[in-house]
């Protein structure tokens, strides 16, 4: 572990000296609305932000992501590679959204049949994570086995103090990057001890919802229950909760053709909340109402990803109460999990 | 006097849900609760009157409640109905796709909704930690600000435009404000846009549908998108593109425009579910013009006159069609 720090008038001379090497991508405010981008102008990045309102994992699997591209000749069909993905750096993402990254190395890589892109893009993304001082109210990431200040995902992790920003690397990739740059300086020892005491008091702060750690048990006996209907009686069926969140990665695979014999074969986001997500070729949908649609975001993250995985596949960081149309919090859903099965068990 | 008027009103409806309940005029009641972040609000379905409670009435009742309804549900369903939601139940009435003898319309007068999306762009990513509406301000405390803002400013401009803030139609009309007559529209507010280059124009449609990211939001919220299958979900064969690029993202929002024209009922439900903060409402804003001016035809306001685009006449104008420039 490395211990590092530069004041925050100085964050242009990082990104600067990062951008010699890297790509960088970071937090940017656009009509209101902060995104991650790829920063061309140190000026750009806005780090005092509370969280972005896409996900980061836009970087890491981008809405329209091409596979290869294809052009028609005169035998056949010559396959276009993508050119190979640049050294990448994510500054300023928030400790939920790395985990995301760590779920997707999971996803991606899990079975016989691993996603050579996403893996290939994981292996040189390199990610300065930035601690949360204000978590929002919907935060719930300690609950999920995160936290404000968590290091584990991240390669290097900032903490916002006084003036200035202290980085410390939790992975020789971090630990690498941060001895070589220039316009780092040694940690001031004297504030590290406050640091640690204010992140534990953020931490602690945030409130804890029981029960998650054995949610996946709970739901087993819950697949039937009512409770689906109440929840999905108001959903108005969008993707906004599963675009929105920085664990959901599926995808549709399609062609784009154009009139010269072109084209490019892509992956562009989908989600379990479209009924066509399930439609089968044979024309049978396994899902054609609402109910079974709400339940599976529920179950994938908190029931299939427990026993698939041994881990929850939620980060806790309340993108899908934020931004639900309709009002919907994924909090009342636990609740109903907790009291449901409690009856059940009664 | 404004908030005492919400008060009001939220107070009769839940005392008449609670009634139509207890007397079994009605199987459900279909109304806003509170959301459980501050400027949120939510359906909710109520079949137990002693839960009447749950209802609330105030100015972030922003959802059209009459996507909820459907032509094959049977239950006996009172709506509280403000009146852009009416609007929206007539007009599926005139297109059969409800039926009137299962609906009670308990129609409310309504003087707008937030338009939260400003308000968010105006407090800056900050988190509301709790906000409150005075009669004409709202006050919005966070961690560590306080910001007052004119309600006014930041109320929709659907709304401030509207002219109908009560249901054209209603079996049930609570609160004691008259109805005022409905103001002359001019379409002033479409100024600004139609002076526009045609270039500007493009630039102002890329720079909102950008963020668009193909969540649907806005067509599950239409009460008038009912499509079995949408066009853009049509894919034997596909017909249009759905990557969130901006020219897959200006054909489908242009073609869900061209699907409600005439039909829309200017509630802005479409802007305020966009998680992106997108205002589609100066798409749908042109459309109303060019249907009541072409057509002299206004949607959802009377169960005999046929919609533009659900009839034909030989002297209908088309100009349009064959207009060059």
Aim: aromatic letters at 8%; a neutral charge; charged letters at 30%.
């Amino acid at each position: 572990m490395v211990q590092k720090m530069i004041s925050k008038e100085k964050i242009s001379d990082l990104i600067k000296e990062l951008q010699k090497e890297f790509k960088v991508f970071g937090p940017v405010k656009e009509e209101g609305v902060v995104l991650f981008k790829e920063i061309t102008d140190a000026k750009e990045i806005c780090l005092d932000y509370s969280n972005s309102k896409i996900p980061a994992k836009s970087v890491l699997f981008p809405m329209i992501d091409t596979l290869f591209s294809y052009k028609k000749e005169e035998k056949g069909v010559k396959i276009i590679e993508n050119p190979p993905y640049e050294k990448t750096v994510i500054l300023g993402i928030r400790p939920c959204d790395s985990m995301g990254f760590s779920l997707f190395k999971i996803f991606f890589s899990f079975g016989k049949y691993k996603d050579p892109l996403i893996l290939n893009r994981l292996e040189n993304i390199t990610l300065i994570g930035m601690g949360c001082l204000e978590p929002r109210t919907t935060c719930f990431c300690t609950s999920v086995n995160g936290g404000p200040f968590n290091k584990e995902s991240v390669d290097v992790l900032i903490t916002e103090f006084k003036d200035n920003y202290y980085l410390e690397s939790s992975t020789d990739k971090g630990e690498a990057l941060i001895k070589k740059i220039k316009s780092l300086t040694d940690a001031d020892k004297g504030d590290l001890a406050k640091i640690e005491k204010l992140q534990k008091d953020i931490e602690s702060a945030i409130p804890v919802i029981k029960g998650l750690d054995s949610i996946h048990t709970k739901l087993d006996g819950l697949f039937d229950n009512p409770m689906w209907q109440l929840d999905a009686q108001g959903c108005l069926g969008c993707g906004a909760c599963t675009y929105l969140c920085p664990t959901c990665h599926c995808f549709d695979v399609l062609d784009e053709n154009k009139q010269d014999g072109s084209g490019r074969r892509i992956r562009i986001w989908d989600t379990c909340q479209f009924p066509l997500f399930t439609l089968e070729t044979s024309g049978h949908n396994p899902r054609t109402t609402k109910l079974p649609r709400v339940r599976q975001r529920i179950y994938h993250k908190f029931n299939y990803y427990p026993k698939n995985y041994n881990i929850i596949g939620c980060v806790g960081c309340g993108r899908c109460i934020i931004n639900c149309p309709v009002g919907s919090d994924i909090r009342n859903i636990f609740m109903s999990v907790e009291n449901s099965s409690s009856k059940t068990e009664g | 006097m404004v908030r005492k008027i919400i008060d009001d009103i939220e107070k009769s409806i839940r005392e008449t849900a609670k009634k139509l309940l207890e007397e079994g005029k009605v199987d459900l009641i279909i109304g806003y609760t509170k959301g459980s972040i501050p400027l949120r609000s939510g359906p909710c379905f109520i079949t137990d009157a002693s839960k009447t409670d749950m209802l609330v009435w105030n100015q972030s009742c922003d959802l059209n409640l009459a996507k909820y309804l459907a032509k094959n549900d049977d239950r006996k369903i009172g709506i509280i109905s403000k009146g852009c939601v009416g609007r929206a139940i007539v007009h599926l009435i005139v297109e059969k796709q409800l039926n009137r003898e299962n609906i009670t319309i308990i129609g409310i007068p309504c003087e707008g909704v937030l338009n939260r999306a400003k308000i968010m762009v105006e407090i800056g990513d900050k988190e509301i930690i709790e906000a409150d509406i005075e009669d004409d301000k709202i006050i919005i405390k966070g961690k560590d600000f306080n910001k007052t803002l004119p309600l006014q400013d930041y109320i929709n401009q659907l709304c401030i435009t509207c002219h109908y803030k009560i249901p054209p139609i209603s079996d049930i009309i609570l609160g004691n404000k008259k109805p005022e007559k409905p103001l002359k529209d001019d379409f002033k507010d479409l100024n600004e846009i139609e002076s526009k280059s045609s270039k500007d124009k493009i630039e102002y449609f890329k720079k909102e549908l950008n963020r668009c990211i193909r969540c649907y939001a806005c067509r599950e919220a239409c009460p008038m998108c009912y499509c079995t299958l949408c066009f853009i979900d049509q894919n034997k064969p596909v017909w249009f593109g759905k990557t969130a690029d901006i020219s897959d993202n200006f054909i489908f929002h242009m073609i869900r425009a061209f699907h409600v024209a005439g039909r829309c009922v200017s509630c802005g439900a479409c802007s305020s579910v966009c998680p992106m903060g997108i205002d589609l409402n100066f798409i749908t804003r042109k459309l109303e013009k060019i249907v009541k001016e072409r057509f002299d035809f206004e949607s959802g306001i009377s169960l005999e006159v046929l919609p533009p685009m659900g009839t034909h006449k030989f002297d209908d104008k088309q100009e349009f069609m064959i207009e060059e420039d």
